[in-house]
């Protein structure tokens, strides 16, 4: 009996130590994820059940649900009037009656989110703004007398103007929907990316706005992500350094060489935000965005890409192919590749899974 205890104790002692450095080394992991554009092109839960399995299956810790676009605003929200209670259902398939645009409904998000969650995948929905707007602001043309008063104050074209004291407690309150449906702990997109106000040098306004949701986020236990578009070189001190930056493009894949040459004047490199004290995810736009268009899935595409990637790119590589300025400091954490519509809905769901297979089990592998 001395002996069995003495080797009890001796057995806690080593899974006392080992346990920690097994916990530190899961952690310095690269983290490994997919990005769902869910708004371009509608996508089921079953659909979506898959490809969390799929990363699952590849060693992946998360998958972000781009829910909201100029397209279609992707998931119910009682604040612009899209309710499963509105809705016409067909099958496990809600649409807004108006705009006949297919919707998760929050049940059906939760259900995502828990399904994640017990195959340790977190599911990010992201809600998009102040770009990316042209859904939610049709929607509140065509809602409430409330939201058509208010759209006329906090709506410019297609984006939501930053210098209305509205438009935060307004997003404030469509996020507030889904705060409840999150683990503590996890993580809710805020957009950011490609609005107009990009090409200013120091922006008080967006500096104000996206401290704003990070700290009603962090109030509600939970973590900020956004994209690397709305966050100038200037402005770093002022940001909240504990948002989650999601670094796809340098100068936003403009064809216009003066676009591009004041974006990379103002705007930071991802070492630059490690630098800052930003942690980042590597969603590289030359290697990891995966466009559901014809030309991608050509037998010639599909084996360049993969040739191309396992020969060329690592989570270092975030400038387009620059090998020149990378990004080796331990707060970029790993990378996301993505899958992004068309705009065109060119394939079935079915035939994106299919067709995205190839690539998605390529970057597992490799990243």
């Known amino acids: 009996m001395a002996k069995f205890l003495k080797g009890l104790l001796v057995f806690s002692l080593l899974l006392g130590i080992w346990a920690p450095q097994s916990a530190q080394a899961a952690i310095k992991r690269p983290a490994k994820g ?16 898959k490809l969390i399995t799929t990363t699952h299956r590849g060693g992946g810790t998360f998958l972000q649900l781009h829910l909201t676009d100029d397209t279609r605003f992707g998931v119910e929200n009682a604040h612009l009037g899209q309710t499963v209670k509105a809705a016409r259902k067909q099958g496990d398939v809600y649409y807004n009656r108006k705009t006949k645009l297919a919707f998760l409904s929050k049940r059906q998000l939760r259900s995502l989110i828990v399904y994640g969650h017990r195959r340790h995948v977190e599911v990010i929905p992201e809600i998009d703004t102040p770009g990316h707007a042209k859904a939610l602001i049709k929607l509140m043309k065509t809602g409430s007398a409330a939201n058509r008063q208010l759209a006329k104050t906090i709506a410019s074209g297609n984006e939501l103007t930053l210098h209305s004291a509205k438009t935060l407690p307004f997003v404030k309150a469509l996020l507030s929907e889904y705060t409840g449906l999150q683990y503590r702990g996890q993580h809710i997109s805020i957009g950011g990316d490609e609005y107009s106000a990009t090409t200013a040098p120091h922006q008080p306004a967006t500096v104000s706005y996206t401290n704003g949701l990070n700290r009603y986020l962090r109030s509600k236990h939970l973590r900020t992500t956004m994209w690397n578009d709305g966050l100038m070189r200037a402005d770093l001190p002022r940001i909240d350094h504990n948002i989650l930056v999601t670094y796809w493009s340098y100068d936003g894949e403009t064809d216009n060489a003066q676009t591009i040459r004041a974006h990379r004047q103002i705007r930071p490199t991802l070492p630059q935000l490690n630098q800052a004290g930003f942690q980042t995810i590597n ?3 030359w290697y990891l965005y995966v466009i559901t268009r014809p030309k991608t899935f050509t037998t010639e595409s599909v084996r360049y890409w993969q040739r191309d990637l396992t020969q060329n790119w690592t989570r270092q590589v975030w400038d387009k192919t620059n090998h020149q300025s990378l ?11 993505s899958i992004w519509g068309d705009g065109r809905k060119t394939y079935s769901q079915k035939q994106v899974l299919q067709k995205t297979k190839p690539f998605l089990t390529t970057y597992f592998q490799h990243a």
């Not at 769902?36 to 092109?41: K, S």
């Not at 990004?327 to 590749?337: F, P």
Request: no cysteine; aromatic share 10%; hydrophobic share 45%.
């Open 327 to 337: 990004a080796t400091s331990s707060r970029n954490l790993g990378s996301a590749i």
């Open 34 to 49: 997919l990005i769902l554009d869910a708004a371009r092109q509608y996508y089921s839960v079953s659909s979506i059940k």
């Open 283 to 285: 969603a590289n736009f």
